[in-house]
């Protein structure tokens, strides 16, 4: 899809459909389209009323006056009222609009964006987003005749009323559909089918992504190289698939830049549990337990075209879970890269025994901080639900950066606390430390355990994606299945930490 930015002057080609916006209590909509056409109000007033729209959140008003000047369709997308305004109310409604375009078949469709304080860029982004996100099917195993991803839309441009917003629109509109368009990568990926998406798809898809772009170079290890590497926690993992783990690590470099940034992705293919099964319905939806290195191959290929000035690692060891003949069995002990060992309690633990290589890999990078997102604990979705990830870290500032990049995207972290008395927990007679400390307090003890693969000196978060990796109900701007989620959060704190 096409996004461009016209000032009135110069707005050549009339545009098939007007998308405004309203706030809830309002008689007209807002933004600058009196310029566009005055007797506008009047049309807008007469069908408001007709169809009950009071400009409320989740409303749209469609509308086809006979005598309008350049559009023949008119989408007004409700905001709710004005003093909760933000970008993510913006976000839904640009979604919901484009929904509404979509399935009126329109081809191109002129926005203007509200008329409220706030910073422009940031706006022009979030309406690309909804209506990227908002459009996003994953339709590549239906059979039958292939409709277009955005149904017929292709362009959508916005109209700005100086050439400074003009600007500025123009720069959020490249943010937005970049972020977008990493996070539908994301999506794709986690929506991938775990007979398709194996260690070895995994980390071509890393590869793929550093195609046509000089700022990324990635390695990829096989099993004899992760054997060399010494990490037996992710092979402890592999053994029992057929399937052969990868281990990527991809590098953005950005010349001059002075912060380095290590990610880090939980990247199990499937999860069945290994010999501790699962029951078939815990089972049901492991194919997203790689949805943390799909965010991190998504933020790549963002940053190869964002280009900001940081440095940035993405790593993940891909494997599958599987019980097969030769699995890793309760009570084995296994050694990371880091020498640390851990006794297995239970191999359905099995993300935080491979993120432990993943994480001793990192901190041997030395980067200035090191962030992992990961589908790591039933625990966090009992905690915090369906749309609310965890996070926990041993910086609080660190932390609340997340946090706030996190706010930007219209995304939910909520911290919880790495408490070092429940480490009793996760003590072990025979090894380090256990890979599971019982149900009471999973998160946190499956984080305690990670911390132990991070140098005390680098500072470290740890977002538990758990729930909000997969969505079971279509929301405001994503259907059911693969969310895409961190994918802009991890985006804009990156470009927040430029330097
Ligand atoms: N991948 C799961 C966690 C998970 C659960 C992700 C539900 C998404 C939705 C993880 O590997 C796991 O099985 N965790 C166990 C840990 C337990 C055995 C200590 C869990 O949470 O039950
Ligand atoms: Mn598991
Ligand atoms: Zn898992």
Request: proline fraction near 4%.
């Amino acid at each position: 899809m096409k996004f461009t930015v016209e000032q009135h002057a110069t707005l050549r080609r009339a545009p098939e459909t007007l998308v405004l916006f309203a706030f809830e209590g309002e008689d007209r909509p807002t933004g600058a389209w009196e310029s566009f056409d005055a007797s506008l109000q009047r049309k807008f007033a007469s069908a408001a009323k007709n169809e009950d729209f009071t400009g409320k959140e989740k409303s749209t008003l469609t509308f086809y006056p006979a005598d309008v000047k350049p559009a023949k369709r008119i989408v007004v997308a409700g905001l709710g009222k004005r003093d909760k305004f933000g970008g993510e109310r913006l976000r839904r409604a640009a979604a919901l609009a484009a929904q509404r375009c979509r399935s009126a078949s329109v081809a191109n469709a002129l926005v203007i964006l509200p008329d409220a304080t706030g910073d422009a860029r940031a706006y022009a982004q979030a309406v690309v987003e909804g209506v990227v996100l908002g459009l996003y099917e994953f339709k590549k195993y239906k059979s039958g005749p292939k409709d277009k991803p955005n149904g017929k839309l292709e362009q959508v441009r916005f109209l700005a009323g100086s050439a400074k917003s003009a600007r500025a629109y123009a720069e959020g509109t490249r943010r937005g559909d970049v972020l977008a368009r990493a996070t539908c990568l994301t999506r794709d990926l986690v929506n991938e089918p775990a007979l398709t998406c194996t260690p070895r798809f995994l980390a071509e898809q890393a590869r793929a992504v550093t195609r046509g772009t000089r700022s990324v170079s990635i390695k990829v290890f096989d099993e004899d190289q992760i054997r060399r590497m010494k990490m037996g926690a992710l092979l402890g993992v592999a053994a029992g698939s057929a399937e052969p783990p990868r281990f990527v690590h991809l590098h953005y470099r950005a010349p001059g830049a002075r912060r380095t940034v290590a990610l880090v992705g939980k990247a199990i293919t499937f999860d069945s549990g290994g010999l501790c099964i699962k029951p078939a319905d815990g089972m049901l939806n492991m194919k997203n337990d790689m949805a943390g290195a799909a965010a991190v191959i998504g933020i790549f290929q963002a940053l190869a075209e964002l280009r900001p000035k940081v440095n940035v690692h993405g790593i993940f060891g891909a494997t599958e879970n599987m019980p097969g003949g030769r699995a890793y069995k309760t009570r084995d002990v296994l050694s990371a890269m880091n020498g640390k060992t851990m006794e297995i309690i239970n191999t359905d633990a099995e993300g935080r025994v491979t993120l432990a290589d993943s994480l001793s890999y990192a901190a041997k990078l030395k980067p200035d901080e090191i962030i992992d997102m990961a589908t790591l604990t039933g625990a966090c979705v009992v905690a915090l639900g369906p749309e609310i990830s965890g996070i926990l870290g041993t910086q609080q500032d660190l932390v609340n950066r997340l946090a706030s990049a996190a706010r930007e995207a219209g995304e939910k972290l909520w911290q919880l606390p790495l408490d070092e008395d429940y480490w009793d927990m996760i003590k072990s007679d025979v090894a380090d430390m256990k890979n599971s400390g019982g149900r009471f307090g999973g998160s946190i003890t499956a984080a305690l355990f990670l911390k132990e693969f991070v140098d005390k000196e680098i500072p470290w978060a740890h977002i538990d994606i758990a729930g909000p990796a997969l969505s079971d109900q279509a929301g405001p701007y994503k259907p059911a299945g693969g969310t895409g989620v961190m994918v802009r959060t991890i985006l804009n704190y990156l470009e927040s930490r430029e330097s």
